[in-house]
């Protein structure tokens, strides 16, 4: 019997357990991948997180993250705006990142078992989840925070598994020496956008976002960066003077931005599965992390204290959840509808409607204020 079984060993789940971990609680992580590992992600962090993360031990710019204090934006059209990010966010990969906090994890007695969950059960007040070797393991507690979409969604018959998902992503890292590493650069194509940041090893993510009915009509990623992705005269400058580094980029489809349920089965649900917000925000990183805290901070009152019961402790995160994601995802949704559109995007920055001044407002409504360690 453990205190916690965390399903997901991303961001979410490697923070929950370093968090709850020190207070000498049993902590089981079940991952599918082992570390160190690739995913797509634009590796863009928000730095609210930061001091949270130093107290818990975790120091991503000693760890060689790059400072990103500067941000702009293209349309299809090649119409730019710049500002300067007041908080601005550090560059780090999703290899090095989330390695690095399950080194940490591990230092602090974290058990880990690399495999896939097939169900979790809740029955007689205790959780069972059952995993691929036909093996269970019991727990008091069970956060779920096992991404955008698993097998798991559909056994637990959640709502936005019934419909099918439009969007696809595409990541990979190039070497180029012109790019600045204080930049965070978002820019359009037509059914989509990208981003590109410096990463902890010098070299850019590019890491994109498109539709798959702007995909569909050509044959492979290459053929759409040469066709759709390089219309875009920031990227086309860009992919010409690049050099690819994986063997091939990494992609991922089905992607859901729909409103889902922090609680399900009694699970405490946290980061992506709980609710993606549009990666054009550049914050799901943050608000993994910052779900995670949430939710250890209300599992520790109720493992500690017998007043504080399950039903307490569910209503309790829930609203906390609500409180804190639930603005900046419906934020995130307008804002991708407006982006996406050609020509309002256009109209908007022939009238100036697009200033740095709003800009400067909408980063700041889609991005929380500093999260600090207690
Ligand atoms: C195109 C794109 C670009 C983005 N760019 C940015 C950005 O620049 N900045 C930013 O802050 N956010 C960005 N995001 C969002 C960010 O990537 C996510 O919000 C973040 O990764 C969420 O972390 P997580 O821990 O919830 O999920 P994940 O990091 O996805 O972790 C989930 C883990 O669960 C594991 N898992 C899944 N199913 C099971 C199972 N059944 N059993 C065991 N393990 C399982 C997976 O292997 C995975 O490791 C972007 C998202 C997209 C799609």
């Known amino acids: 019997m453990y205190d916690v079984i965390i399903v997901g060993g991303g961001l979410a789940g490697l923070?929950?357990?370093?968090?709850?971990?020190?207070?000498?609680?049993?902590?089981?992580?079940?991952?599918?991948?082992?570390?160190?590992?690739?995913?797509?992600?634009?590796?863009?962090?928000?730095?609210?997180?930061?001091?949270?993360?130093?107290?818990?031990?975790?120091?991503?710019?000693?760890?060689?993250?790059?400072?990103?204090?500067?941000?702009?934006?293209?349309?299809?059209?090649?119409?730019?705006?710049?500002?300067?990010?007041?908080?601005?966010?550090?560059?780090?990969?999703?290899?090095?990142?989330?390695?690095?906090?399950?080194?940490r994890a591990k230092e602090q007695g974290v058990t880990f078992n690399f495999t896939k969950v097939q169900d979790i059960k809740f029955q007689n007040d205790d959780f069972q989840v059952n995993c691929q070797e036909r093996i269970s393991y019991k727990a008091k507690i069970v956060i779920g925070a096992y991404g955008k979409r698993s097998g798991l969604d559909k056994s637990l018959q959640r709502d936005f598994m019934t419909r099918k998902h439009s969007w696809l992503a595409v990541k990979e890292h190039y070497r180029n020496d012109k790019f600045p590493e204080n930049l965070v650069a978002l820019h359009n194509f037509e059914g989509g956008y990208g981003g590109l940041s410096k990463t902890e090893t010098g070299d850019v993510n590019f890491c994109y976002l498109v539709h798959y009915n702007s995909f569909k009509k050509y044959t492979d990623i290459q053929d759409f960066n040469l066709k759709v992705v390089s219309k875009n005269r920031y990227l086309k400058e860009f992919l010409g003077e690049s050099e690819?580094?994986?063997?091939?980029?990494?992609?991922?489809?089905?992607?859901?931005?729909?409103?889902?349920?922090?609680?399900?089965?009694?699970?405490?649900?946290?980061?992506?599965?709980?609710?993606?917000?549009?990666?054009?925000?550049?914050?799901?990183?943050?608000?993994?992390?910052?779900?995670?805290?949430?939710?250890?901070?209300?599992?520790?009152?109720?493992?500690?204290?017998?007043?504080?019961?399950?039903?307490?402790?569910?209503?309790?995160?829930?609203?906390?959840?609500?409180?804190?994601?639930?603005?900046?995802?419906?934020?995130?949704r307008k804002l991708q509808h407006v982006l996406l559109n050609r020509n309002w995007m256009n109209a908007a920055l022939r009238t100036s409607l697009f200033s740095e001044r709003l800009l400067k407002s909408v980063i700041a409504r889609t991005h929380g204020k500093p999260i600090h360690y207690d």
């Open 15 to 103: 923070t929950a357990a370093i968090d709850l971990s020190r207070y000498g609680y049993e902590i089981l992580v079940f991952e599918t991948n082992p570390y160190p590992h690739h995913k797509v992600c634009g590796e863009y962090v928000s730095q609210e997180v930061t001091p949270y993360l130093k107290g818990l031990g975790i120091d991503l710019e000693a760890e060689g993250a790059v400072k990103i204090s500067n941000f702009e934006m293209s349309t299809v059209d090649g119409k730019k705006v710049t500002t300067r990010l007041s908080m601005g966010g550090l560059g780090i990969s999703r290899y090095a990142f989330d390695y690095l906090l399950y080194e």
């Open 244 to 332: 690819p580094i994986f063997e091939k980029p990494l992609s991922i489809a089905q992607i859901s931005f729909e409103k889902k349920q922090p609680i399900v089965n009694h699970i405490l649900m946290c980061g992506d599965t709980a609710g993606l917000i549009h990666p054009l925000c550049g914050n799901g990183m943050a608000m993994a992390i910052h779900s995670a805290k949430l939710a250890a901070f209300s599992i520790r009152k109720y493992l500690d204290n017998t007043d504080f019961d399950r039903l307490t402790m569910e209503k309790e995160y829930t609203a906390a959840w609500n409180r804190t994601f639930r603005n900046r995802l419906w934020i995130g």
